[in-house]
């Protein structure tokens, strides 16, 4: 079983909850008794270290979890995967969610990537990790925060980029809402039903540097952003950071994504070949934004028509 430990890192003025997971056996002999590493960078949306929504810090904005019917979070997967390949991981609570200090509604973009920046820095002091080998798993707006990262960062020596986002946040936003809207898909989510619906409205918003926006939710709650973070990020498009970027990047895109279209990574594709990055891809058909399977409809047999209309 690899090794947990439970982190308190200082990122600026929080104190953000993290989990240090450390494979079991030993690390290799030409290793000099150290582990390769990868921090772990949740996408959008309140989540927790695990990468699942945050229903601890915010219990209203997400339907309930489902017993017996959902896995860990992604980057709990990824971590256990990673461990069991001899390979560290860091991953923690964003502000304000779960366990850390914060209110994840006042977050800006570039404080996430000061305290992605900060979270490195925790690693670095740990001497079982091997500076040399270092790496970035980002997933969704993680994704982003990590090129921007390695962009600064020559000793991050390779990069995952998991249903990432190439365009402006704005186009990535207009695309998913209209997506979403058609399929239903996470409306069981009140947060998601509420940005999808008020989605242009909070474009232009964000775009006249308004401070907030208050969006209506189900059962007669509201919920209060703060602007600044969505106008950073429609003026930090991920593919105008690819192409300052020189590293060894992979991009893992869910075939059925709701958040990013898998074209999105095709057009990071693009960009990071052209910058002389040799990026590798990975599609996986049918696929969600979380790489899990979604439950597509499907023409039923006779019998299960007839199962369905008596029901």
Known sequence: MPRSEELSVRAGDATLAATLLLPDEPPADDANGRYPNVLLLPSWLPRDRDGGYDRVGHPDWFGPAIEGETQPGLLARLAEALAS????????????????????????????????????????????????????????????????????????????????????????????AAARGREGTEHEHPIVAAIDRWAEELIERAERREAS??????????????????????????????????????????????????????????????????????????????LADRLLPRDLPPVLLAIEEMG
């Open 85 to 176: 390949r001899s390979v560290a991981s860091l991953r923690a609570d964003p502000r304000g969610c779960a366990w850390s200090e914060g209110a994840w509604e006042d977050v800006t973009l570039f404080a996430k990537i000061d305290d992605a920046r900060d979270f490195l820095a925790a690693m670095r002091g740990r001497r079982e990790l091997d500076l040399r080998r270092s790496g970035i798993v980002g997933h969704g707006e993680g994704a982003g925060i990590a090129l921007a990262v390695a962009i600064g960062d020559p000793a991050v020596s390779a990069l995952t980029l998991i249903g990432a986002s190439a365009r402006s946040w704005r186009e990535t936003l207009r695309r998913a």
């Open 213 to 290: 926006v208050t969006l209506p939710m189900r059962g007669g709650r509201s919920v209060t952003l703060a602007l600044a973070p969505f106008e950073q990020a429609i003026h930090t498009p991920p593919l105008a950071l690819a192409t300052m970027l020189h590293r060894s990047v992979t991009l893992v895109h869910g075939g059925s994504d709701s958040w990013a279209d898998p074209d999105e990574s095709a057009l990071l594709l693009a960009a990071l070949a052209e910058a002389g990055s040799e990026p590798r891809s990975r599609p996986i058909p049918g696929a969600g934004h979380d």
